[in-house]
């Protein structure tokens, strides 16, 4: 028995624009903001009001329906505004940062600790956002128990932040968090690290470590899941990201919660290419300064994944990369003629791009072409490495057909597994939107 | 470019929504797509996407049909110049051809063209890019002497009932352009088979020598073509579907670009393979057979539409199985059942057709199973309590 994974189907995107493995400590910024649209599915509850002074770790809102689940400040200064979209929904709550941070003391807490002790210090100091329940994608409920908990200490998606880069001198902060998450379930703990790579994670304890070979999506933490304990039909896992697993350990050793983000600034519109040492929530400003977002596509978290923000906005809560690719707002004369256009890469034959397996390549944002009915079958497969039908799963979620959906696989896949499949669909169909969606449905019907 | 690029932005505005001609917008998107390739971002999910579109796709197609269009334009020339005089010339064979071939594509783009975009306002969508292959798929698959008005119907009733009716491009179940040749086939039989249909103009010749190989077959007749005959294709036939050699570079195309399913070629092969060794087999095993049993298996995939029809219209992906093992499934039958039908039914001299429309609508059923299968190994997982903790390569 071993317990490597080997990756077989997918696809790997060479893209221009990767950050130097230097780190800097980003200036700090005047405003930090928390997103609630980052947390999917919470309902957000203010407890303060602008203008309120906090420290950092301080509650900023609980989630409406779970109260336990409560969000705080990265950084201490005063509230200064709760931003608001349409339908009077929280879109950022912004604070204004002091000059230094002062931190509400928690204490410190050994990892091993009783289990509810240790929940309700994760739960109390906003770490409990952190972790993610599968299936769904959602927050974890701190009633549920889950089969296991994975950590992907590795990245493969394009122009990703090096895991490794990003930990090096946080190791005793992760191994405590790892300590504590082996608390929290009757499990494994499952780190995934690339094959070949992750010398610092080889000595790590209380952990099942995996080594992983192959394209991305490999290092997708549904794609282990899949391999190593897939998610039957009413089982929980709960997934970790790695600096946020330090973040957790970081709480436990110290007492304090320190939001620390590395960031990766990637992309080939980005001028100073390296990582930042920043706090979650940052002003972007801050790490590239001001662009002309009519050009260029500022998206906080990788291109397949990440979320559109604008100038001056803030740094999602998860992602580990900021990605600045040119905007595709141009026409392209007969884009449709076969073997023309190659430096645009594509997994279709249809471009000669497969004959440079080495290049790397600038992407835009353009869609090339316009969305149309499914008609090709086959290329989905080819970059989903999980014993899933892609094509008969999306068509099932957008029938809404919910024994379908349960049959098919919904359980254990999330969008960011179908981020590949969106990205080669031919037909140009808003794939994750898509699963999102059909599992949206599945919390209200299933729950 | 730019000058053009202007024009046509001006040219867009009454199209634009809320404007007088927004209805209309689908005519005209489908014509400044086809131009250029829209400025549209992305808005959601992925920030970047593939190169490829259903366009470049459809284009791909027709570039793998145009060598075997090409070469059939001087077939028919040919096939019919040989009979009233003595030596062909390349051209005037060619020319020939060409008179007769490019009429029969022009109305067939022109009414299925024409239906398309009318569907495209009507429902407000924009015109799917399926007919593109379709429109010259069903001239190619017809006899040469076709009348253009019983090709124009055909058209209709394809894009009609077998395409519209079911929602469209990627709805269809059956394949439109062999509805088309089904319709014609069962509608106009005398004009779909015999002896006269398959050489032009064969009505003001005093004898004609125009049999299909497996025409003759089916009457037991003894056949004057050689296996390299067959091969080349200069035989007489429906439009396109002589030439093994350029079908077959036209699927090496396919498979090269990944456009046309390599699973579903190679099955089919293999089915008709083994149908052709079974009735090749009877002899030794004391049946007599007939000239089409004992019809060499390596002939069989050589002559009539088969390798047409497995190259060009087995793999339409919407009509065939979608999941890769039922791609197998699906192909072998339909290289199995054509020979079968072709030995066992005289009225229907060719099977391709019957085959692949009968697996068109048995696709989905084997989709179902396969993925049944999937089904029942997440049931069984879940059963069993299985935690595979092991590698497991996909």
Known sequence: ??????????????????????????????????KPPDFHAVMPKMVLKEGAKVQAGDELFFSK??????????????????KR??????????????????????????????????????????????????????????????????????????????????????????????NALSNLTPGKVHVSIAKGKGEAFKGLKNAEIHQVSGPHPAANVGVQIHKVDPINMGEFVWTVKPEDVAIIGELLLTGKYNAQRTVAVTGSEAKDRKYFRTKIGANVSDLIGKVDDDQVRII???????????????????????????????????????????????????????LFPKKKYEVNTNLHGEERAFVVTGEMEEVMPMDIYPMQLVKACMAADIEKMENLG???????DFALVEYVNTSKIEIQEIIRLGLDLMITEVG | MEWIRQKLDKFKKPFAKGEKLEKYSPAYNAIDTFLFTPNHTTRKGAHIRDAVDLKRVMITVVLALLPVLLFSMWNTGYQYLKQVQPEVDFWEAFGHGAMEILPMIVVSY??????????????????????????????????????????????????????????????????????????????????????????????????????????????????????MDMFMGVIPGSVSETSAALIILGALFLILTKVGSWRIILSSLIGAVVMGLIFNALPALGVEGNMLTNFPW?????????????????????????????????????????????????????????????????????????????????????????????????
Not at chain 2, 156 to 170: D, L, M, N, R, Y
Not at chain 2, 319 to 324: D, E, K, L, R, V
Request: aromatic letters at 10%; charged letters at 20%.
């Open chain 1, 1 to 34: 028995m071993s317990n490597d994974i080997r990756i077989k189907r997918g696809l790997t995107l060479r893209l221009k624009g990767e950050a130097e493995k230097t780190v800097v400590d980003a200036p700090r910024s005047k405003t930090y903001a928390i």
């Open chain 1, 65 to 82: 329906y779970t109260p336990e689940i409560r969000f705080t400040s990265p950084v201490s200064g005063t509230l200064l505004e709760i």
């Open chain 1, 85 to 178: 979209g349409e339908k009077r929904r929280i879109m950022e709550v912004i604070v204004e940062a002091d000059a230094n941070d002062s931190f509400r003391e928690f204490g410190k807490l050994d990892p091993s600790s009783d289990v509810e002790v240790l929940k309700e210090r994760l739960l109390e100091s906003g770490c409990w956002a952190f972790i993610n329940q599968r299936p769904y994608d959602i927050i974890a409920d701190p009633k549920d128990t889950p089969k296991a908990i994975f950590v992907s200490a590795m990245n493969t998606a394009p122009l990703s932040a090096d895991v490794e880069f990003i930990l090096q001198d946080k190791m005793d902060a992760f191994q405590a968090g790892i």
């Open chain 1, 300 to 354: 906080s978290g990788d291109v397949l994944t990440g979320t559109k923000i604008g100038n001056g906005q803030y740094l999602g809560f998860f992602p580990n990369e900021l990605t600045l690719i040119p905007e595709g707002n141009k026409y392209r004369v007969f884009g449709w003629m076969p073997f023309t256009y190659n430096n645009i890469p594509s997994n279709s034959r249809t471009s000669l791009s497969w």
């Open chain 1, 410 to 416: 919904i359980y254990e896949v999330a969008p960011e």
């Open chain 2, 110 to 227: 022109a009414v299925g063209l024409g239906i398309e975009f009318a569907f495209a306002i009507f429902r407000g969508h924009d015109v799917n890019e399926g007919y593109l292959v379709t429109g010259l798929l069903i001239p190619m698959i017809m006899p040469v002497g076709l009348p253009l008005w019983m090709l124009a119907i055909s058209v209709v009733f394809a894009v009609i009932i077998g395409k519209e009716a079911f929602g469209g491009t990627g709805m269809n179940i059956l394949n439109p352009a062999l509805t088309a040749r089904a319709f014609a086939f069962f509608a106009y039989p005398t004009y779909m088979s015999g002896n006269g249909v398959w050489v032009m103009n064969a009505s003001d010749l005093d004898a004609v020598s125009g049999e299909t190989i497996l025409g003759s077959l089916a009457a037991g007749q003894e056949i004057s073509y050689e296996t």
């Open chain 2, 298 to 394: 390596y002939n069989h995939l050589l002559v009539g539409g088969l390798m047409f029809g497995i190259v060009y219209m087995a793999t339409d992906p919407v009509s065939a199985s979608q999941t890769t093992k039922g791609k197998w499934i699906y192909g072998f039958l339909i290289g199995f059942l054509s020979v079968m039908i072709r030995v066992f039914n005289p009225a229907y001299p060719e099977g391709v057709m019957l085959a692949i429309l009968l697996m068109n609508v048995f696709a989905p059923t084997i989709d179902h199973y396969v993925i049944s299968a999937n089904i029942k190994r997440r049931v069984k997982r879940k059963k069993e309590g299985i935690n595979p903790q092991v590698k497991t390569v996909v």
